[in-house]
């Protein structure tokens, strides 16, 4: 199901009642941008520490906004042994832009040309985007609206609202009190703030909002007295409703927090960064503080990529490169509880995906990875049984299999391969660092080294000292291949990285202790009496 701008209030109450019922929620966001084209050190790379990544990844998420937020909702069935229904829901979302809130954001092009492949419609994103907003923004907004300290600052927002007090104003001149006129084609909270607008401009009208737009109503003034302070439309009230609508999916945002439903992703760290940045608060700059408001927000997060690695590791499943293919893989043959896993179908409304494939469109990605959390913690379950079927299997079930995997959150390209949200990060189980000692090569760099290297494996490069360098990959096997055939080159000699012998710190401590002990072998030897 699609939800605009158009449909979100209406909608709200139906997706409530799904977030209450649900066992869990499946996530997955796109971007208009996924990462800054930094260079150097700003680069992340495999030897960056977990607050390093942060720190990065940190101005990335600042730069670029969501463009679509996917939601999958699944509950148990009650009744039916193992059955669950999925209601998935795209939400197209558009930054708040209400009085002097107006959000600066980039597109990065790659990113573009990837969702115009799978058919991202960029004019809902752009046109009828529901707003949103963090709680400091809603703050700044709500003291504005309270104390009617605010104006209208977009540029096409100010055209809008001059185009309408321009036909308000002609209508007055020859209309009867008690004549009114319907504004078309104005929605969302930006009809509150027309009607703000025209409240503020004209003391002789009133203004109500109608399926079919605002509604303008002419009025004497002392009717207009009596209608501003009548139990119905109190001025307090209505402007909490602008607040409300300015919201947008924010209050519902509010309301997944509140659920504190399992919250299941597929590398999903750069969406929880998001979601802390775009409807939370801004990101802090501290790496730990990040990792508990997170886990305040989102109690048992569970990232199907960290799940499915050790599956595809012990039970030989074919090579994937995406989350489509992992949930075909598992609803194939090749599974071996296929016949006997969960069954889960589509809502009412939410049906598109009972047959068609829709790849990187948020929902459906949201509905792939509550699938495959469902299938991966079946097969974990009747490995735990022994292969024997297990009747009345319930969530609270699968959840107790998959313990070793809650709050572990998968890291892409870091010195460490997850992060851990309800405690201290796990140490790296990365291949070895390896130094790379240049001789007869002057003034090399690190580019230079990468090219030297990149037809056996990719790997990272960090110069150390001006004639040595690091390489660190994250794969054991690739390591060993650069040890084996450097290990003897005129040019660039290759062995593994030791603190104790290679460290710039240590080595000098070591001579400064050499030059201590001779001196003081010389002052003893100098200072021994003769006979």
């Not at 509950?75 to 959000?103: Q, R, W």
């Not at 949103?132 to 605010?150: A, C, D, F, P």
């Not at 802390?276 to 990529?305: A, C, G, M």
């Amino acid at each position: 199901m699609d939800v605009d701008a158009d449909r979100f209030e209406q909608s709200l109450p139906l997706l409530q009642r799904a977030l209450h019922d649900a066992d869990f929620v499946g996530l997955d966001i796109e971007f208009t941008g996924l990462r800054s084209n930094l260079s150097g050190p700003q680069q992340i790379s495999l030897f960056d520490q977990p607050s390093e990544w942060y720190l990065k990844t940190r101005h990335s998420v600042q730069q670029f906004t969501i463009c679509q937020i996917g939601l999958s909702m699944f509950s148990g069935i009650e009744g039916a042994s193992n059955k669950y229904v999925a209601h998935s829901c795209n939400f197209f979302l558009f930054p708040t832009t209400f009085g002097m809130l107006d959000s600066e954001f980039a597109f990065q092009a790659s990113s573009v040309q990837f969702l115009n492949k799978y058919g991202f419609n960029y004019n809902k994103f752009l046109k009828k985007g529901i707003p949103y907003m963090n709680e400091e923004q809603e703050k700044k907004v709500r003291h504005s609206i309270l104390t009617g300290n605010w104006r209208v600052c977009s540029s096409s927002d100010k055209d809008q609202i001059k185009v309408v007090i321009d036909e308000v104003t002609r209508w007055l001149d020859l209309a009867e009190e008690g004549d009114q006129i319907t504004l078309p084609g104005i929605a969302g909270f930006q009809a509150f703030e027309v009607q703000l607008v025209l409240r503020q401009a004209l003391p002789n009208i009133w203004t109500v909002l109608t399926e079919q737009g605002v509604t303008v109503k002419k009025v004497s003034l002392q009717h207009r007295s009596y209608l501003q302070h009548s139990s119905g439309d109190r001025d307090s009230c209505w402007r909490e409703q602008i607040l409300l609508s300015a919201k947008g999916f924010s209050v519902f945002f509010q309301m997944l927090v509140k659920a504190q439903k399992p919250l299941v992703g597929h590398n999903m760290m750069l969406d929880l960064l998001h979601l802390h940045e775009k409807f939370f608060r801004p990101l802090p700059e501290s790496y730990e503080q990040f990792k508990r408001n997170i886990h305040s927000l989102f109690p048992v997060l569970i990232d199907t990529k960290n799940v499915t690695k050790d599956i595809w590791k012990e039970l030989h499943f074919p090579r994937v490169t995406n989350l489509l293919e992992v949930y075909e893989v598992l609803s194939s043959n090749l599974n071996p509880t296929k016949d006997s896993g969960p069954e889960i179908i589509h809502a009412d409304k939410c049906e598109k995906y009972a047959e068609t494939k829709c790849p990187h469109e948020a929902a459906y990605d949201a509905f792939l990875c509550g699938s495959v959390l469902l299938k991966v913690a079946h097969l974990l379950l009747q490995r735990v049984h022994g292969g024997f079927p297990t009747p009345e299997v319930s969530f609270l079930q699968y959840l107790d299999v998959l313990a070793p995997y809650v709050n572990q959150v998968n890291l892409i390209r870091a010195g460490v391969p997850k992060i851990n949200f309800c405690g201290p990060d796990y140490p790296s189980i990365r291949p070895p660092i390896l130094i790379v000692t240049v001789r007869k090569w002057p003034r090399i760099s690190e580019q230079q080294v990468y090219c030297e290297f990149q037809n056996l494996c990719k790997f990272d490069v960090r110069r150390f000292t001006r004639s040595q360098f690091l390489l660190l990959t994250n794969k054991f096997k690739d390591a060993r291949n650069i040890l084996k055939e450097y290990r003897c080159h005129p040019t660039l000699q290759v062995s593994l990285y030791r603190y104790w012998r290679h460290s710039p710190h240590v080595t000098c401590v070591l001579q400064v202790c050499s030059v201590v002990t001779a001196w003081a072998l010389l002052a003893f030897v100098l200072g021994k009496p003769h006979p």
